[in-house]
C-alpha cells in the first residue's frame, strides 16, 4: 500500500512539474487552475503517508476528550503550520535548504526543536494528569499543532522551489494552498476517527464503572506518554 502510495505521488508530481513548465512559457491561467485539483489530491495522498504528525494530532485529540469541531480545528492548524514553514523557507531560506535538507527534504533543525518540545509537552501532559487531573487550556491543542507542525512539508517544499526556479512564485504559493486544503482533509478525518475511538472507550469504562474523573485522568496520561513515544522514536530516526 505504500508502495502505491508513493508512486502516485511520483506521479502527480511529475504532472506538476510538467505543468509548471507549460504555464511558465504559455501563460495559460486555465492550465494553473486545473493545478488546484491535483494540489488537493496531491496534499491528502501525501498525508497518509509516514510523518505530518498523525500519531501525535490522534494521540493528543483522543486524550484531550476533544469535540469534533476543537479536533478539526488542532488539524487544520497543524496542516497549516506544516505547509507554511516550507513555504516560508522555499522563499526566504534557500541557503538553509541546500545545506540541511537531505534524503527528501528533511530539514533537522526544525526536526531536533520539534521533537524535543514535543517530548516536553507530553511529560507535562503526563505529570499534570498524575497530580491534579486534567485541566486543559484552550491554547494547548494550538501549541500541539504548531510544534508538531513545525517541521517542513517536503513536498510542498519540493513544488514551490520548483514554481520559483520557473519564475513563477504565485503558482506555488497556489499549489501550496491547494496542498493544505488535502493535507487538513486527511489530518480531520484521522483526529476524528481518533475522538469516535476516544468516546467508544469512554462510554464502555463507565458502563464498566468507572468514573469520568479517573477515566479523564487516564487518557490524560496516555496522551502524554504516547506523546513522548511516538517523539522520542522519531528523534532517534
Known amino acids: 500500500m505504500m508502495d502505491l502510495l508513493i508512486s502516485w505521488q511520483r506521479w502527480i508530481y511529475g504532472g506538476v512539474r510538467a505543468s509548471l513548465l507549460e504555464f511558465s512559457q504559455s501563460g495559460d491561467f486555465w492550465l494553473l487552475a486545473s493545478m488546484i485539483g491535483t494540489g488537493v489530491l496531491f496534499g491528502a495522498i501525501h498525508a497518509l503517508t ?4 498523525k500519531t501525535i494530532l490522534a494521540s493528543y485529540v483522543a486524550g484531550a476528550r476533544s469535540s469534533f469541531a ?8 497543524l496542516a497549516a503550520t506544516h505547509v507554511l514553514t516550507a513555504v516560508l523557507i522555499a522563499f526566504f531560506a534557500s541557503q538553509l535548504v541546500e545545506r540541511s535538507f537531505v534524503g527528501g527534504g528533511r530539514a533537522p533543525a526544525l526536526e531536533l526543536i520539534s521533537r524535543i518540545t514535543l517530548i516536553g509537552i507530553g511529560a507535562w501532559l503526563f505529570v499534570r494528569a498524575i497530580r491534579s487531573g486534567p485541566g ?15 517541521v ?13 526556479s520557473q519564475g513563477e512564485p504565485g503558482a506555488g504559493l497556489m499549489f501550496a494552498a491547494s496542498m493544505l486544503v488535502g493535507i487538513a482533509f486527511t489530518l480531520c478525518m484521522v483526529a476524528g476517527l481518533a475522538v469516535f475511538g ?9 458502563r464498566n ?17 504516547l506523546i513522548i513515544l511516538f517523539a522520542g522514536i522519531q528523534l532517534l530516526e
Do not use: Y
Request: aromatic share 8%; glycine share 10%.
Open 70 to 77: 476543537r479536533a478539526f480545528s488542532v488539524s487544520t492548524l
Open 136 to 150: 486543559r487550556k484552550r491554547t494547548e491543542g494550538f501549541w500541539v499543532a504548531l510544534t508538531a507542525g513545525l
Open 209 to 225: 464503572g468507572a468514573t469520568l474523573s479517573v477515566v479523564s485522568r487516564a487518557l490524560d496520561a496516555t496522551a502524554g506518554i
Open 198 to 206: 476516544q468516546r467508544l472507550f469512554l462510554d464502555v469504562a463507565l
Open 152 to 164: 517542513p512539508c517536503p513536498l510542498t517544499l519540493f513544488v514551490v522551489v520548483a514554481a520559483l
Open 50 to 53: 509516514p510523518g505530518h504528525g
